[in-house]
């Protein structure tokens, strides 16, 4: 068995948010797909529902010798290591990367919310820290990064929870909120929400908005202009779709943006984001009170 008769056949263009989109400069766009062909085709392998196990992590093992140069038949490791070579990045991202789709093979139940967060480390925290290292900019950005990875992953947990359950018995709601609200993971199966799961999926994206609040001065912060462009669509994409999860129930709904919305979406996420840069910065006389 093979990483290549695990494909999911999904691209770029099927993720819920942008992946090197026109934005970014031309000159860092293929090391960015470099770093998404590689996650992609791991995750496929996490993911693949007809693979045991073991041949999973023999394969996803097999990924990480190619990425470290002990072995050159996995193309899409190979070919994230010659770029990482090229532009004297570290593999540590592709790493965690990997430690993260090993655990889904191996983890199936997340106990609270902190085993959750501890998990998102691994498996988005280390992709926008990537792009990051490919433009340079300071890693005193991480935190505002993590917070908005951790929320797009956990938003995707959210959207996909009954297809993971039904596909991969695995379950990232966390087991603690859900025997608190009395729901067994078996309510995933079902074709509707009851009330109680309901509760835990609308805790949960409460806790994904606060996420999302720490991670709102990110754009700005960034120097890349375009890059901060893209950071600012992402993050207006997850306050939207944060938003939906609330009202809608994601075993019923399909909880996704569709093509159709997204110009308006894109106008208001660019508007702000010009607004907001144009927006004269406050000095510590701005705030001085007396005479």
Request: with cysteine.
């Amino acid at each position: 068995m093979t990483a290549a008769q695990l494909a999911s056949g999904k691209g770029h263009k099927d993720e819920n948010f942008p992946v090197a989109s026109i934005l970014i400069a031309r000159r860092h766009r293929p090391a960015i797909m470099a770093f998404y062909r590689f996650a992609r085709a791991s995750d496929d392998i996490a993911d693949n529902a007809a693979a045991t196990p073991t041949a999973k992590l023999a394969l996803l093992d097999d990924m990480r010798l190619n990425l470290i140069g002990e072995a050159d038949d996995a193309k899409e490791a190979v070919e994230l290591r010659k770029v990482l070579a090229a532009r004297a990045l570290s593999n540590e991202h592709a790493l965690d990367l990997l430690r993260a789709f090993r655990q889904d093979v191996t983890k199936l139940r997340y106990a609270n919310w902190n085993e959750l967060l501890d998990y998102c480390r691994y498996s988005a925290m280390p992709v926008g820290r990537f792009v990051l290292d490919v433009h340079g900019e300071d890693r005193s950005l991480w935190p505002a990064n993590d917070a908005l990875c951790t929320a797009l992953q956990i938003i995707n947990h959210l959207q996909d929870c009954a297809k993971d359950y039904r596909q991969l018995d695995r379950v990232y709601l966390p087991m603690d909120l859900l025997d608190r609200a009395g729901v067994s993971t078996l309510a995933l199966a079902k074709d509707k929400s009851s009330l109680a799961l309901r509760s835990v999926i609308v805790d949960l994206t409460r806790r994904t908005q606060e996420l999302l609040q720490i991670a709102r001065p990110f754009a700005r912060q960034i120097r890349d202009r375009r890059l901060a462009l893209e950071v600012n669509v992402i993050q207006t994409l997850a306050e939207d779709l944060a938003k939906r999860l609330l009202n809608h129930d994601p075993l019923s709904e399909r909880v996704h943006h569709t093509r159709g919305e997204m110009p308006a979406l894109l106008f208001r996420s660019l508007r702000e984001f010009a607004s907001a840069r144009l927006r004269p910065k406050k000095t510590s006389s701005d705030s001085a009170t007396g005479p």
